[in-house]
């Protein structure tokens, strides 16, 4: 399966916060969105860094509530990892495994088109092992 067709399962949106953006502006967003993660993104609206719940935990043990003080630029992780509508959902499990990766943007055209979380992965595994099971018990039943 193709991340395109993850894509197509999922509601439509990504959250995005420009680099400038206050942390507790993004605390704020990631709390009414329900998400873990946020997509960093110029002016453009090329992908410029990633942003998670986790990096503001960490920060905020190492740094103390001075960072409620700073923006996202200097919490964000500026070295993303990106794949494409037409990659596969196996070779991205591999990369977010491998990676420790929860979160890849999906990029086409030098364009943001969506996000992919390591829920999506696993949720796309189960569905296709409970339909082979159910193609396997049609069988057996004959």
Known sequence: M???DVL???PTGVLTVEPETPVPSLLTALAARGVGAAVVVDA????????SERDVVRHLHHRGAALLAD?????MSGHVTTCGPDDEVDALAAT????????????ENGRLTGIVSIGD???NRLD???AHRSQLEAYIAG
């Open 44 to 51: 453009e609206g090329a992908v410029v860094g990633m942003v």
């Open 2 to 4: 193709r991340i395109g």
């Open 128 to 130: 296709e092992l409970e």
């Open 121 to 123: 992965v696993v949720k």
């Open 71 to 75: 923006a996202v630029t200097s919490i």
């Open 96 to 107: 977010m495994t491998e990676r420790r990766i929860r979160h890849i943007p999906v990029v």
């Open 8 to 10: 197509a399962q999922k």
